[in-house]
């Protein structure tokens, strides 16, 4: 009886086999929508379905188990531990810390790096639509900021649409997977309504830098928010 991964994996034409090895496990994870826990196909079925040997099929785990997605289990298998799909250039995040606030803290950092870059390219990129966009986000954000006096989800959805005005998609993917990894925590940070309020008043700055195309502003802008987000971090997590 043939196995029914094969109509769900095709071969590969003879390029980089582990390369692709692992996109088209991680494109056959989200067709089949696989959950974490699920077994992922045996050795000798991707081996068949996909063409390669074994040694490729094992590298591509390795990869994955590396990324700490996937884990292998002695006479069971292999196995999901987190989602994995298509789109994802780079996989979910997998910080190991016993402490929430070094976790938030270790993510900090690189954020810093990260949206200031995206910020400076959105502010030379930017379109005409790209503003009309990232205003939109704007003012919904500073309306649910008045109503409720916080707006996480708007506030994620204004710096998105900084992201996608840079025209590179990695910019977006890398902050919603570390939005991704702490997603209970950002729905009520250290159950404080007021955790990084005195931020709000620098987007609408940070948006104005954008729309100047004034990359250094963007820059300092984005700075002052994340010093923010970093000062209620620590004060808020003693």
Same mark, same amino acid.
């Given at each position: 009886?043939?196995?029914?991964?094969?109509?769900?994996?095709?071969?590969?034409?003879?390029? %980089? =086999?582990?390369?692709?090895?692992?996109?088209?496990?991680?494109?056959?994870?989200?067709?089949?929508?696989?959950?974490?826990?699920?077994?992922?196909?045996?050795? =000798?079925?991707?081996?068949?379905?996909?063409?390669?040997?074994?040694?490729?099929?094992?590298?591509?785990?390795?990869?994955?188990?590396?990324?700490?997605?996937?884990?292998?289990?002695?006479?069971?298998?292999?196995?999901?531990?987190?989602?994995?799909?298509?789109?994802?250039?780079?996989?979910?995040?997998?910080? +190991?810390?016993?402490?929430?606030?070094?976790? #938030?803290?270790?993510? #900090?950092?690189?954020?810093?790096?990260?949206?200031?870059?995206?910020?400076?390219?959105?502010?030379?990129?930017?379109?005409?639509? %790209?503003?009309?966009?990232?205003?939109?986000?704007?003012?919904?954000? +500073?309306?649910?900021?008045?109503?409720?006096?916080?707006?996480?989800?708007?506030?994620?959805?204004?710096?998105?649409?900084?992201?996608?005005?840079?025209?590179?998609?990695?910019?977006?993917?890398? #902050?919603?997977?570390? =939005?991704?990894?702490?997603?209970?925590?950002? +729905?009520?940070?250290?159950?404080?309504?007021?955790?990084?309020?005195?931020?709000?008043?620098?987007?609408?700055?940070?948006?104005?830098?954008?729309?100047?195309?004034?990359?250094?502003?963007?820059?300092?802008?984005?700075?002052?928010?994340?010093?923010?987000?970093?000062?209620?971090?620590? %004060?808020?997590?003693?």
């Amino acid at each position: 009886m043939a196995s029914p991964f094969r109509s769900a994996l095709a071969p590969l034409p003879p390029v %980089d =086999r582990a390369r692709q090895v692992t996109e088209s496990l991680a494109a056959f994870i989200d067709r089949a929508s696989l959950a974490a826990g699920d077994r992922l196909p045996a050795e =000798r079925e991707m081996m068949a379905a996909l063409g390669v040997g074994r040694s490729t099929i094992r590298e591509a785990i390795r990869h994955f188990q590396a990324l700490g997605v996937m884990e292998t289990r002695k006479g069971s298998g292999t196995y999901l531990i987190r989602p994995v799909t298509s789109a994802t250039v780079h996989m979910p995040l997998s910080v +190991e810390t016993a402490s929430l606030r070094d976790a #938030l803290l270790q993510t #900090l950092e690189v954020r810093r790096g990260i949206e200031c870059e995206a910020c400076m390219v959105a502010a030379r990129r930017r379109t005409a639509d %790209d503003l009309a966009a990232i205003e939109a986000r704007l003012v919904e954000m +500073e309306r649910v900021h008045h109503l409720k006096g916080t707006a996480g989800k708007e506030d994620l959805a204004f710096h998105l649409a900084i992201y996608d005005a840079t025209g590179n998609p990695l910019f977006r993917q890398l #902050l919603e997977q570390m =939005r991704e990894a702490f997603e209970r925590f950002w +729905e009520k940070p250290f159950d404080r309504p007021d955790f990084a309020r005195r931020s709000f008043p620098f987007h609408r700055r940070l948006f104005n830098a954008i729309v100047a195309q004034d990359t250094e502003a963007a820059r300092l802008e984005t700075l002052k928010i994340l010093d923010i987000v970093e000062e209620d971090i620590k %004060d808020m997590s003693r």
